[in-house]
């Protein structure tokens, strides 16, 4: 068994059943996954507030194991209060640890600079409502959405146990010939199966939640073998 010589902190909603897998998928062998719970059942306006009441109790459990680095990696909560609100969150789960953070918001707009995204289509499982504040925020950072698409699920449990065809499908139909990119968003939803085809069918870059979490974490880490 390969020696895990990186911890890699996660705080994830309670009702989410996608992320430990994809991310355990994927990992280096040298990291490990350590996660914490927000409370979160449904994906709504004062859900996605009030998930981070417990932000400095739940990193404080992660600082007790050593992590190396945390992500928030919900995207709907680290878009929820505007731009400027996940380094808030950043800070805040900083100050608590001790370790370097970022956010599901953070990460997404790292990637969208690094591949010189400056349009992308926007594809959500969640309510119209919640995919029109992440919209919003990408906008106030400098990318514009030239298309949104969402599917209307409000059950966060709902959204975990959907099919990863959905995702491609609602991907191609918020696809439009003026984005640089598509993002699917929502950490809950299984895209990691489904993003090399989209890549293949539309010729253009697909971003997902978890993979921009990852991706970000990855380079905090560092010296990963």
Excluded at 72 to 85: D, E, F, N, Q, V
Excluded at 165 to 184: C, K, P, V
Excluded at 201 to 210: A, F, I, M, Q, S
Aim: glycine share 6%; proline share 4%; aromatic share 4%.
């Amino acid at each position: 068994m390969t020696k895990k010589t990186q911890r890699f902190g996660l705080l994830a909603p309670s009702s989410n059943s996608t992320q430990e897998p994809e991310f355990v998928r994927v990992l280096p062998s040298n990291v490990a996954l350590h996660c914490a719970r927000l409370s979160l059942r449904t994906i709504d306006p004062e859900s996605t507030v009030r998930i981070v009441a417990e932000l400095d109790c739940e990193v404080g459990k992660l600082a007790d194991v050593a992590v190396d680095a945390i992500v928030l990696s919900a995207t709907a909560p680290s878009t929820r209060m505007g731009k400027g609100y996940d380094q808030e969150l950043c800070r805040r789960i900083e100050q608590v640890s001790g370790k370097p953070a970022t956010t599901a918001a953070t990460a997404m707009m790292q990637a969208f600079d690094v591949l010189g995204v400056k349009k992308i289509a926007l594809a959500a499982p969640w309510a119209a409502q919640t995919n029109e504040t992440v919209a919003a925020f990408i906008q106030d950072s400098g990318v514009q959405v030239v298309s949104q698409h969402a599917m209307g699920i409000v059950s966060n449990l709902e959204v975990g146990l959907l099919d990863s065809q959905t995702a491609y499908a609602l991907g191609r139909q918020a696809d439009r010939d003026d984005a640089d990119a598509i993002f699917l968003a929502c950490g809950n939803w299984m895209t990691m199966d489904i993003v090399e085809q989209l890549e293949r069918d539309t010729g253009k870059p697909v971003l997902t939640t978890n993979g921009c979490a990852i991706w970000a974490m990855l380079n905090i880490l560092g010296g990963l073998e």
